[in-house]
């Protein structure tokens, strides 16, 4: 699964993995691919600091890199507190009459609960890359909108490729026109923030918008045909973010959630604004249910939904109550079905990719791989 950018970044697969978690970006590392961590979470510059200490030292020697959000609308000098005041008492209370029908137990006196809205500031997200740039990361991803100028400029300094997802072509323009090097064309179907066009139609469509600009296809890809097909729309790789969840690297704490993710189905998954605001695709739960049906009060913009519901969905996690437990996944958590390795998933991402290649040229009547 070789490309031009995969031999650019001297990796052995044109597959890039997101993950929140360090032992996953360092296996899909270590296994050849690019492992890319997700920074979102790290609100402490010295918990940054640990996992990338940790992913350096575990990733083989072998190129890795960051993703921070930088939504496109500021949140700059609102505190949390500006925030939870814009809350509406309506919001509030429903959202504890749903943890009370479902008997969700409180946290206990001092636990954190896991959601911040400082994660998605754009001071946060700098704080992150101060921590970041000091490491050897190869890749700098941005998942919210263009990343500023001088980010740019600061990456490329440091021979850092900067990369950025887009949902339509005119997003993978915007990005194109402040000097990213990397489209990520992420579809409908990938787990997370999503936009509304499938990956099939987008890809081609951003892979022309932005030519000469290497994409990479995001959104529903779990599978070596599916690798195969997003190399054959023009893309230069793709991105993976779901189907790292069930890997036995991955760290969910939560085995009634892993139970769940291996059960569903690629119908059971639900683009809903119930988590952060902006339409994200998630498993289906009665919380999302709750949330998009007509008994709801209706969401708040980001940052309002998320910090609104963040205590929420720390108790749910928390205390594993199974109908209303949920997390981001796109629609291929269908073929999500067993616990795999990150080294297990590269060896069916290769086998199935070489058998698509050689069934291609069998059906077009070629002989041997091209
Ligand atoms: C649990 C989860 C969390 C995600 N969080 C982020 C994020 O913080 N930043 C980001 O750029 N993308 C995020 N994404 C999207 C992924 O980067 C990726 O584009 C997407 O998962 C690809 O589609 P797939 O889920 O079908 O593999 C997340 C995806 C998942 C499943």
């Not at 052995?12 to 978690?21: C, I, K, L, N």
């Amino acid at each position: 699964m070789q490309t031009e950018l995969s031999r650019k970044l001297g990796i052995e697969h044109a597959v890039f993995g997101f993950t929140p978690f360090p032992a996953v970006a360092a296996a899909i590392s270590r296994a050849g691919g690019f492992g890319v961590l997700g920074a979102v979470r790290y609100t402490a510059p010295d918990d940054l600091k640990r996992d990338l200490d940790w992913l350096d030292a575990h990733a083989g020697g072998r190129p890795y890199g960051l993703d921070v959000v930088m939504p496109a609308k500021k949140v700059e000098g609102v505190t949390e507190a500006d925030v939870e005041a814009m809350i509406p008492e309506e919001h509030r209370r429903f959202v504890r009459d749903t943890l009370a029908a479902h008997g969700v137990p409180e946290l206990v006196e001092g636990e954190a609960s896991g959601w911040r809205i400082t994660g998605w500031m754009e001071q946060v997200a700098r704080t992150q890359l101060d921590v970041a740039f000091d490491y050897p990361i190869r890749l700098l991803a941005n998942a919210l909108g263009s990343p500023p100028a001088d980010i740019v400029e600061r990456a490329h300094d440091r021979d850092i490729l900067v990369a950025a997802l887009a949902g339509s072509a005119r997003h993978a323009r915007k990005h194109q026109e402040v000097g990213i090097d990397i489209v990520v064309a992420q579809g409908y179907e990938a787990g997370g923030h999503t936009g509304e066009i499938a990956t099939m139609v987008l890809t081609p469509e951003i892979v022309e918008a932005v030519d000469p600009l290497p994409v990479l296809a995001a959104g529903g890809i779990g599978s070596g045909p599916q690798v195969a097909a997003a190399l054959t729309l023009g893309a230069q790789g793709v991105w993976l973010g779901s189907i790292w969840l069930t890997t036995t690297e991955a760290d969910l704490h939560s085995p009634a959630l892993t139970r769940k993710l291996l059960a569903a189905g690629s119908g059971d998954t639900v683009r809903s604004r119930a988590l952060t605001g902006k339409p994200a695709r998630q498993l289906r739960t009665e919380w999302t249910d709750a949330w998009d049906g007509p008994a709801g009060p209706g969401t708040l913009p980001m940052p309002l939904q998320g910090l609104l519901v963040a205590e929420a969905v720390s108790r749910i996690q928390k205390y594993e109550v199974e109908p209303l437990l949920g997390t981001p996944v796109g629609q291929i958590v269908g073929r999500m079905t067993a616990e795999r390795s990150v080294q297990a998933v590269f060896d069916d991402l290769t086998r199935g990719f070489e058998k698509a290649v050689d069934r291609v040229n069998r059906i077009a009547g070629r002989s041997g791989r091209p």
